[in-house]
């Protein structure tokens, strides 16, 4: 059972919009899906609450006390929303159960060092297990001299960057009615899905 966590310990980088996008990815696919909400805010719980029915079921994972526990039986996939400042203990329960770590990052100089310590933290973290670490490019505009900036930054990790998703209204848009980009015609969301491909093949 793959457990996918979306982690950064910086706020307002994405992490819930890669977390829903990820669980809707696997729930069209026909998986068993939980994703579980270890932020205070909720921002997932409440996107489920939104997901109309007769899409594609993801079911919410309740974790209590911000205990880091295992999913009940019957779950075939695991999405794990983290909550900012993500350290320590926490960070470790979360890495003893992660198959994947997914971070997403901004082209902003102030989200590249703020996350700089923590790509070093949970790389060294992955002696709580074989962990795979990849990170996406998130809300990228071309041409910039931020998206420069956060390139020329990847180039210096030892840590695969998986994809760069576009700054674009359409998961805003979405989120505002439960959806993914896996929930509507492909033909609406065509350059999104161009820009997963290489996400979901990584996710495989």
Same mark, same amino acid.
């Given at each position: 059972?793959?457990?996918?966590?979306? =982690?950064?310990?910086?706020?307002?980088?994405?992490?819930?919009?890669?977390?829903?996008?990820? =669980?809707?990815?696997?729930?069209?696919?026909?998986?068993?899906?939980?994703?579980?909400?270890?932020?205070?805010?909720?921002?997932?719980?409440?996107?489920?609450?939104?997901?109309?029915?007769?899409?594609? /079921?993801?079911?919410?994972? /309740?974790?209590?006390?911000?205990?880091?526990?295992?999913?009940?039986?019957?779950?075939?996939?695991?999405?794990? !929303?983290?909550?900012?400042?993500?350290?320590?203990?926490?960070?470790?329960?979360?890495?003893?159960?992660?198959?994947?770590?997914?971070?997403?990052?901004?082209?902003?100089?102030? !989200?590249?060092? =703020?996350?700089?310590?923590?790509?070093? /933290?949970?790389?060294?973290?992955?002696?709580?297990?074989?962990?795979?670490?990849?990170?996406?490019?998130?809300?990228?505009? /071309?041409?910039?001299?931020?998206? !420069?900036?956060?390139?020329?930054?990847?180039?210096?990790?030892?840590?695969?960057?998986? =994809?760069?998703?576009?700054?674009?209204?359409?998961?805003?848009?979405?989120?505002?009615?439960?959806?993914?980009?896996?929930?509507?015609?492909?033909?609406?969301?065509?350059?999104?899905?161009?820009?997963?491909?290489?996400?979901?093949?990584?996710?495989?």
């Amino acid at each position: 059972m793959p457990v996918i966590v979306v =982690a950064n310990p910086k706020g307002g980088v994405g992490k819930s919009t890669l977390s829903t996008q990820i =669980a809707g990815l696997y729930a069209s696919q026909g998986h068993a899906v939980m994703l579980g909400d270890v932020d205070r805010q909720q921002s997932s719980k409440i996107w489920l609450g939104l997901r109309p029915a007769g899409l594609p /079921e993801i079911r919410s994972w /309740e974790v209590a006390h911000d205990e880091v526990v295992r999913p009940p039986k019957g779950t075939t996939h695991v999405v794990l !929303d983290t909550p900012a400042g993500l350290h320590d203990k926490r960070l470790a329960d979360v890495m003893k159960i992660a198959d994947k770590v997914v971070v997403p990052l901004q082209p902003s100089i102030f !989200d590249i060092h =703020a996350t700089h310590a923590f790509l070093q /933290e949970i790389h060294a973290g992955k002696r709580h297990g074989k962990v795979e670490i990849g990170i996406v490019g998130m809300r990228m505009k /071309e041409t910039t001299l931020s998206a !420069d900036q956060l390139k020329a930054f990847l180039g210096t990790l030892d840590i695969p960057v998986v =994809a760069y998703l576009r700054d674009t209204q359409n998961y805003v848009q979405l989120a505002a009615r439960g959806l993914t980009i896996w929930d509507v015609a492909p033909s609406r969301v065509q350059r999104d899905l161009e820009q997963w491909a290489p996400l979901v093949k990584w996710l495989a």
